[in-house]
């Protein structure tokens, strides 16, 4: 099993933690009180740091039930935190609501996911192979 290391930079900041045995992510916790309102983003902070594994990135990606129940949901989503990055790990949260939303120290924000990451060698090429797609997108395929 891969170690990920976390140091708390705040005294109240809360380690993560799968909620499930069987989980993909691991809850973030919010170190502050704050309002989200209709339609605005804000970055709210953990109060942690983290040390990852070799070759692998963290993914911030929003809970499922703020989304469902509240419409706040991570911008940039997934948000991905470099495997050299040691400062703090905040999260961009948006409010998609119809109503201002509170934030509070000790809440579960949003999930965060440790993914292996795979280094490629970038080369320019003059052509590329063709498929069975090419470059189509964009609703290339249609709705039904």
Do not use: C, W
């Not at 709210?44 to 740091?49: E, P």
């Not at 998609?96 to 280094?119: N, Y």
């Not at 063709?130 to 470059?135: E, G, L, T, V």
């Amino acid at each position: 099993m891969l170690e990920l290391k976390i140091k708390k930079l705040n005294e109240e900041a809360i380690i993560p933690k799968y909620a499930h045995d069987s989980d993909a992510g691991m809850d973030l916790y919010s170190v502050e009180n704050k309002t989200i309102n209709v339609g605005e983003t804000i970055l709210v902070k953990t109060g942690i740091a983290i040390e990852l594994p070799e070759n692998t990135e963290a993914q911030v990606r929003p809970r499922s039930g703020l989304a469902l129940k509240h419409s706040i949901t991570v911008l940039n989503t997934p948000g991905t935190i470099d495997e050299g990055y040691r400062g703090e790990i905040a999260v961009i949260l948006i409010n998609h609501g119809k109503k201002p939303f509170d934030i509070e120290k000790g809440m579960r924000i949003a999930q965060m996911v440790i993914k292996p990451v795979l280094k490629v060698k970038v080369t320019e090429a003059l052509d590329l192979t063709s498929s069975d797609r090419n470059a189509g997108g964009f609703g290339s395929t249609g709705l039904k």
